[in-house]
Every structure is written in structure tokens, then in C-alpha cells.
């Protein structure tokens, strides 16, 4: 899956969803402006030799490499006007293309297939450079693009293909919405041509916000170019978090000493994908750090544990080479783990599950990665993920402090665990908050069955918030303080909002009785509102040692296909009962929290609603220590537990959710709503 602005057809409170089909009258084609145009040329991503799809010759084409989302252009250099498109195949491998304009990111046109020769009518466009963008059965072939403004009454417009096209359209326009479309067949085609984000949202331009949301412009290829410049751009897209973390502006300097790191797959020295990101992370300096739209569009592991394969002392443990070590599918293979989850299993939590972690002296330092001052790590628009382990925010020992870290951000990340294992020896956090560090913004990442925990807080870590990031089959997701001797962990302060936390159906047996700590907390203090929790059993949240939780507005869910009773009432009093009941040795108070019976997709059964009351202690008015500005965000977005909240989280959480309220480009509540539900699970 991949974010692309426009695909949810909804940005800064506008939905267009119709399309308007003209009629097309027929036309002369005049020159091929992709060969006479000024200064005209071709590149690509994932084709080669791309000068081929415009050297005017059918007989000859540029080839890619890959199938799924391979990009050739013809670009010029100075914007021209044009209305047609004749795209032309070398076979019949492409199965669904799009046309987009590089320089806006608007979607032109879209279809299923090419074929020797599509004729795609895109009405009045003008632009520098326009992006092919295909999928297929690769090798994908394609002879020429050709550009044209069509005049006249010659014939009507036609293609030899009988693929189809259309696309509905997106205007960023806060007054006003227009859709338009052509249609050119005398077969079965339908183009349709569109405008996206034509303009400035707010304080946001346009080249910022094509910036943020194309994937098909690189980071350095806008008018924004120095690295402060772009770093407050994708700072001002991202927005502001809210709650507890409020002050968190990770690697945005405004002062400007903004550096940009991008992560890329050939860098210059040879470093490896683990070694950038290890660098770009360390130190104090601010730091945005994202990777390179083109070399990460398509899937690409991330496995933090390589950067302590050249350690003998982890080669002899494992009875591996180093490059066994890095690609642990070799190290599987001539044991006959053939089986990927097999794999992973054998390798991540028995292998590298070994007490001599914590024994041996050259071991000791092998841990997850740990993270300094000022940086935001941000993975919008890029499909690299994290394996097995994370990062730590600070370090500490025996529970007292050893390294701070503070203003850190991580977003948009995709993290992947290997499975779960109790008290695994690399103890593979994905995100670890510790030695009391602070303002830190975990914000719209994806969890899946990490092996020990999402985001774990410890050793008075405090000021953090933790908003729609989905976490999903995660056993342990949120401990807060590891141990009722660590007195440092009443500094702890977290608020968590608009997170779904989501135990999948077929995993419901297997994790229905384990799957908690949401926390669980220790004398530190949380805030949870406006959260899903999805086919949780018992023991959600756990209370203890004189900590404080308020939980106001959450929404538990729990598919019926699950009941376990024959009675209706008796099997949601006894979730009832269970669900939140680990609440005595602390103080915590529930407001607004609701239990429901749904279906897969999360419909509630409007009869089965069920109110948890249960409350110890006291717990005060959490949101005073809040700003205003938070203050008002909350009392402006805040909803009742109920379907609408179901739905808004679950379209918006995760990093490939709908961009939500707290970036500027966002629709508003219910627009979102509007929009095709894709399910909670």
C-alpha cells in the first residue's frame, strides 16, 4: 500500500466524488509536443533507457525493471499546454496506469490497461513534466508517450485498446469543488482529467503541500530547496500534537538550524540502510530524517539487529557469518526453516532469545537503537519497514537515567514484529521512552504483532503523546513503568488519543486472555480518550501503584462471532466485569466508555451497548495541565463513544490512514465519515 494524497479523493475538508463526462468533438492532433517541445526529454523510475518513449519509433520502448508502480516521463523545460495523450505498449503486460502532473501531483487520468495504442483526452492541461506511472506483469514495455494539443474537425478520437479509464477528482478549494472529465472512444475508453491541490491551504503553499503528498516528486525536487526550508514544510504538514507531548518539534529548528537526512539505498560511502538511519538519529542536532520516495516505493525491510552483525561474539551465538547474520533467510535456509514465520520464529526469539545478551561482556551493548535530541523520524510516503526490533528514546540503568533525549517525533512508520515472546533477552521494544526523557510526539505509525511492545514508557519518561498509530495482534502495547520500585516513574505523563488497538479474529483465541497493558501503569500519570480497542477479553488497562488514569470516550468492540455465553446478557456482563477490573491499586476514573457487540467490520449492534463503570481513587481534571491551544483542539474534536468515533479512528489511524485533524491538510470529522468505511481490522 502506498499514501497518495489523492487516492482517498479528500483533502482539507472537501470531497468530490462525481464526474462530469463531455462530449469530445472530433479533433487534429498537430505536432507530438514529447519530441518538438521545448526542450523536451524523458526519465524514469524502474524503466530503463526511457529516451525510447518519446524517440518517435513504435518499434522500440523502455523496459522496467519491477511490475508494481513503475514511473517514465517526458518532461520539458518550461511548462507547455496540451489536451491529448497517446500512450502506446509494446504487448499487453501493463494492467493499470495512471497519468499524474509531476509538478502539482493532480491526477490526469487513470485506466486498466494500454495495449498498442490508447488515445486519452485529458482536456486543458498545462504542466513541465508528466509522469506515466504502471503496473503489471513485468517486464512492463513501453514504446512512446505521445503529447499533443488537438484542433480542428479531423476524426474522432480513438484507441486500438479495449482497456477502460476514469478517475474522479479533488480540488483543495475550501469554497468550491469542481470535477471534469472527456471521454474519447470508439471502443471502450473512458478518460477522465482532474486537478488536485491547485492551490495553498492556509499558510501552506502549494509547492510544500506537493512536497508532502506526491510520492512521485523527491524531496529535493520542488522550489523548496534548502533544508530548512523543506524540513518546515513537512513540519507544517504534519501539524501539532496535542495532550501531555504537546511541545515535541522533533528535528524542526525555527531558528533555523534544520538539517534533512534522506535515507537512500546506494549512498555514496556504501552505508547501509541501518547505518544512515543509525547516524541520522544520533546526536543532538535537529535532525528530519525521511527516505527517498523513489528508491523506497516499493516494500524494503528494515532490520535494526544488522548493525551488531560484524560482533563476533553475536556471529559464534547465532553459529552464523555476518552475512548470514544480515539476511537471516540464509541463515534459515540450510536448517530447512523454509517457511517465513517459520523463519523469523527460529531466528528472532530463539536464536536471538539468549540469556548470554545480559552474560556475555561483548553482548551487553547489543540492544535496540538508541535515539538522540531534536530528531523526527518520518516515513510518509515510504514503504520501508521496521523488523523485530526499534529504537529507545535515552537509556537507563537500574532504574535511574543515564541518557536523556527530548523533542522527538516518530511518524508515518511501519513497524513489523517477528512475534511474541515473554521477556525476550534484546527486550525489542519497538519505541522505549526512558531515562526521564521528554516531549515526544509517537504519532500515525503502524504496530503488527511486535514482539514485546509499541510504545513502552519507562524510567520517568514523561510529556508524550501517542495519537493514531494502529496497533495490531500486539500482546503488551503500552507498559508504563517496569517496576514498583522505580519512584522516578511518578514524573510519567502520557496522553494517548485516537489509537485503535486491534486483536484480528483469527488471532482472538490465541491472544484473547494475554493481550493488555494499556496500560499497564505505575505511579505515573495517562490520559486516554477517543480510543478503539478491538476484540480485547479481560484486563485492558492495569492500575497500579498509586498511578493515575483518566479514560474518557474510548470505544471497546468486540466482534459477536466471539460470545462466548449462550446468553446475550451474561456474556457481555461478564466482559463487563473483566475488561477493566485491574484498577484497585491506584486511582482511575472512566467516563464515557462504552462495550458493543459488532460484526467483522465493526457495525455496532446498537442493543448490546454495555457501560463500564468501574473507578478507584480519584483522579482530577487531567486536561487543566493541559494549553489552551490543546484545550480547545480537544473540546473541538472530542466525540461521544459510539459509531462515529469507530469509524474516524479506524480510517485514520496507522500510517496508511486519512491524514487526520491534526495536520492542516485534513478534512474535517465528518468528511471523513463520508467517505467508504474499510473496516476496523
Known sequence: MREIFFKPALLAGVVLSSIFVLPVYAQSNGPNLALTGP????????????????????????????????RVSVKWSSAISFNRVVLRESGNAITSWQLINNDTGALVASGNGIGSALTVDVGDVSMKKLNLVASGSAPLRMAEIEVYQSSGNASSASSSSSSSSSVSSVISSSSSSLSSSSSSSSSSTTSSSSSSATGPIGNISQECINLATNPYVNWRETALQSDQDIVKCLSDTLGRPIGYGENARGGFDPDGNSQLTIIVKNHPQGKTVEEQVRDAVTGEDHNWIVFDKVDFAASHEVGLYRLHCSNPALQTLLGAT????????????????????????????????????????????????????????????????FRFSGFAIGRDSTGSPTQTANNIIFTHLNFQGAGHTEDHYWDPDMIRSTGASHDIWIHKNTFYLTGDSAFDVKVGAYDITMSFNKIIDVKRAALHSSSDSHVIDAQ????MHHNAFVTRDENYSEFGNTARRVPLIRRGTSHMFNNLFVNYR???????????????????????????????EASLSELQKNLVRDVSGGNYRGEGIYLWFSD???????????????????????????SAYSQNVIGDIRLPAGQDLVDYVS???????????????????????????????
Open 492 to 495: 510519567i505523563a502520557t496522553t
Open 651 to 681: 480510517a485514520t489511524a496507522g500510517k496508511y490512514g486519512e491524514i487526520p485533524f491534526s495536520s492542516p491538510l485534513a478534512a474535517d470529522i465528518y468528511s471523513v465519515l463520508g467517505l467508504p468505511q474499510s473496516g476496523c481490522q
Open 600 to 626: 467483522a467490520a465493526c457495525n455496532l449492534q446498537s442493543e448490546t451497548q454495555t457501560h463500564l463503570t468501574a473507578s478507584s481513587g480519584s483522579v482530577g481534571n487531567l486536561t487543566a495541565g493541559y
Open 39 to 70: 526542450g523536451a526529454g524523458a526519465d524514469g523510475s524502474g524503466f530503463s533507457n526511457t529516451k525510447l518513449v518519446r524517440d518517435g519509433d513504435a518499434g522500440t520502448y523502455t523496459q522496467s525493471n519491477g511490475g508494481n508502480s513503475q
Open 322 to 385: 555476518e552475512a548470514q547474520c544480515v539476511n537471516y533467510r540464509q541463515w534459515c535456509a540450510p536448517k530447512g526453516f523454509n517457511d517465513h514465520a517459520v523463519c523469523m520464529n527460529e531466528f528472532f526469539n530463539k536464536a536471538l532469545n539468549s540469556k548470554a545478551l545480559q552474560d556475555v561482556a561483548e553482548l551487553r551493548s547489543v540492544r535496540n537503537l538508541v535515539v538522540g535530541s531534536n530528531k523526527t523520524l518520518d516515513g510518509r510516503m515510504s514503504e520501508a519497514y
Open 538 to 568: 479481560k484486563d485492558i488497562v492495569s492500575v497500579r501503584r498509586d498511578a493515575q488514569l483518566l479514560w474518557e470516550d474510548n470505544a471497546l468492540v468486540v466482534n459477536r462471532i466471539h460470545q462466548e455465553k449462550a446468553s446475550l
